[in-house]
């Protein structure tokens, strides 16, 4: 998947010890096997999933009504947010998908911001990353909506209100919402790999000064692309599991 040159520390690590297990994913997922299975991506997206693991793991018996600590606070603003925009977005019944939204909002966000760390890269800078999100959105707001409404209810959302315009509708309806991975995944992909490539040049030209701005540049884009993924998540269940039509 990659030259031995762009490898990055961790990666290297794997593919040194681990190639074997590389391998058998590899071959799990019906693909050749390869001398150093492990791509960049791979390893930065499990970092980050351990990290978030980690992360609730240490905060979840620290957490005290009274006397919340630095990261409790941290996480509860992230919250308050969350379920403050999957109510405005997907209305009361919003609360019921938080899980998912703030997981998904988490994940994103720390595999955007992880790029900053020298050595290490964000893997939503790779396509396989941001697809691998995008398809988990689109399952899960089809799956909701299904589960709201019962099926032959969701599926008329794709005919349209008239019958008769139903052939013009629902290859339009189809296409706009099989279209929606894909601009996801794109989005999130593209300017996070933009970012990191105006950031890199930026590094090599000043050393000093320029390089505080562009962390600062990075972490505002890398805010806001988890916030609009997980926003247009949002919208796709509203939309799923919304009764009125």
Not at 39 to 62: D, G, K
Request: with cysteine.
């Amino acid at each position: 998947m990659h030259h031995h040159h762009d490898e990055i520390g961790l990666a290297r690590l794997f593919n040194d010890y681990l190639p074997g297990l590389g391998n058998a994913i590899l071959k799990l997922l019906g693909l050749p096997a390869e001398t150093r299975p492990w791509a960049n991506f791979m390893v930065m997206e499990i970092l980050v999933t351990l990290i978030v693991i980690l992360l609730f793991a240490f905060l979840r018996p620290r957490l005290s009504m009274d006397r919340p600590g630095y990261l409790q606070h941290i996480f509860e603003v992230i919250h308050d947010f969350v379920n403050k925009e999957a109510e405005d977005t997907v209305g009361h019944a919003g609360a019921k998908y938080l899980p998912f939204f703030g997981t998904l909002f988490i994940f994103i966000l720390i595999c955007n911001l992880i790029g900053i760390i020298p050595g290490f890269e964000s893997p939503t800078m790779s396509p396989p990353v941001t697809a691998g999100c995008a398809l988990a959105v689109f399952c899960y707001y089809n799956v909701m909506g299904v589960r709201e409404q019962g099926i032959g209810k969701y599926l008329a959302h794709f005919v349209g209100p008239l019958w008769f315009l139903a052939p013009l509708i629902v290859p339009i309806e189809l296409i706009s919402h099989l279209a929606r991975p894909l601009s996801l995944s794109v989005r999130l992909y593209a300017n996070m790999y933009a970012g990191e490539q105006v950031t890199l040049v930026f590094l090599t030209l000043t050393y000093l000064v320029a390089p505080a701005l562009f962390m600062g540049l990075h972490v505002f884009v890398s805010l806001l692309q988890a916030y609009i993924f997980m926003l247009l998540t949002m919208m796709y269940v509203g939309g799923a599991v919304s009764h009125e039509h």
